[in-house]
């Protein structure tokens, strides 16, 4: 599988970096952690904007190592900031062609689908000035993209804009993430944004990574800070089975079980995620008999995590063996301490809340 590696060690100033990742050559892979932890140093060495000792390829092509060192104007990369800085003096038009080769490689997407994708067809030929921050922000994505890279960076492209706008902008970046085949490191402190764009995550602290992987298996690990944040929560891609026209309510599988969810009608056989708040995951040692609680799922306690404020969060396994999909609870210390829970036992998992956070695409 073709990836992208990285693996830089040293100094900047006085900021120490340690940064050493391998995830896959094609989806969004988001960066995550607080301001301030290195997530941007860690983007400006992958561009070749801060020079650090170490190793960058991408799908064997290698861009740095102990003998290599290609400069940011060599390295094929799009790179979106958190401000737009298109030139006011082009149209949008001119300011999408900017950076174009001249010819669209094969396999690479072109100028009308890009302009599709992110909806701005009715701008090109407005000036930057007359554009929203929403609008200004679609057309820097396009004019990197049509600069036909081998990896988009994009560093907190969001983070500028007001909330109505970032979930204005937010579909356009879902819709790319089903379209490009390039991979995409996504830099973001908003949670709920790679929830809903990122596949893989790369968790930094301090400089550090301090792990990286799948996004659902990083937010159920119990040894990492997000399991056991205030706002933690499991992402889960799930397959829509049916929906009932009646109640309007669709069911949605997962491994080990499936969701049943209040929603605007959903095409079968289509993937959606959904997101589980480990606060809205109750137990309970016998199965309910009547409860408003809709969503009651077999599982089984595979590990736990005491907390300081007296409560316990537990890394479920659905079904009944335990192997299906990871859920996180977090119930108190004393409701734990009365049902007698502990690691291994088989439980009902009660999940008062599901909330689906990416649109409909199809099964690969």
């Not at 693996?7 to 094609?26: N, S, Y």
């Not at 995550?201 to 799948?214: D, E, F, I, Q």
């Not at 996004?215 to 009932?244: F, G, I, W």
């Not at 005491?306 to 409560?311: A, I, K, L, V, Y």
């Amino acid at each position: 599988m073709s990836t992208v590696k990285v693996d830089f060690r040293g100094t900047l100033g006085r900021f120490g970096l340690d940064a050493r990742f391998e995830v896959p050559a094609r989806g969004v892979t988001a960066i995550f952690g607080p301001s301030g932890c290195g997530k941007t140093a860690v983007m400006r060495c992958i561009a070749g904007l801060n020079r650090l000792d170490g190793l960058c390829s991408v799908s064997g092509d290698v861009w740095q190592d102990e003998k290599t060192f290609r400069p940011v104007h060599q390295r094929p990369i799009g790179y979106v900031f958190q401000e737009a800085n298109l030139f006011p003096h082009l149209s949008v038009r001119r300011n999408l062609m900017y950076g174009h080769p001249g010819r669209t490689e094969a396999g690479a997407i072109g100028f009308d689908e890009i302009v599709g994708l992110l909806g701005i067809a009715r701008l090109l030929e407005r000036s930057p000035r007359h554009l929203s921050g929403g609008e200004r922000q679609r057309v820097a994505i396009g004019r990197a993209l049509l600069s036909q890279p081998k990896l988009l960076l994009m560093d907190e492209p969001l983070s500028a804009l007001d909330q109505m706008t970032k979930d204005e902008i937010l579909p356009y970046l879902e819709r790319l993430h089903a379209a490009l085949v390039l991979p995409i490191l996504y830099i973001s402190h908003d949670i709920a944004e790679v929830e809903r764009l990122a596949d893989q995550l790369v968790l930094m602290r301090n400089g550090a990574v301090l792990a990286s992987g799948p996004l659902s298996e990083l937010q159920a690990d119990l040894s990492l800070p997000l399991a056991l944040s205030r706002d933690a929560a499991v992402s889960l891609d799930a397959t829509v089975l049916k929906q009932d026209a009646t109640d309007g309510m669709a069911t949605l599988e997962v491994g080990g079980g499936s969701f049943l969810v209040p929603t605007e009608p959903l095409t079968l056989g289509t993937r959606r995620r959904l997101r589980v708040l480990a606060d809205d995951v109750s137990l309970a040692v016998e199965a309910p008999s009547r409860s408003t609680i809709v969503n009651v799922l077999r599982a089984r306690i595979l590990e736990i995590r005491s907390q300081s404020d007296h409560r316990v969060t537990a890394l479920l396994g659905l079904g009944e063996d335990g192997h299906g999909a990871r859920l996180l609870s977090r119930v108190t210390q004393r409701s734990w301490n009365e049902l007698g829970l502990q690691v291994g036992l088989p439980v009902y998992a009660q999940v008062k809340g599901v909330a689906l956070v990416r649109r409909e695409e199809p099964l690969a």
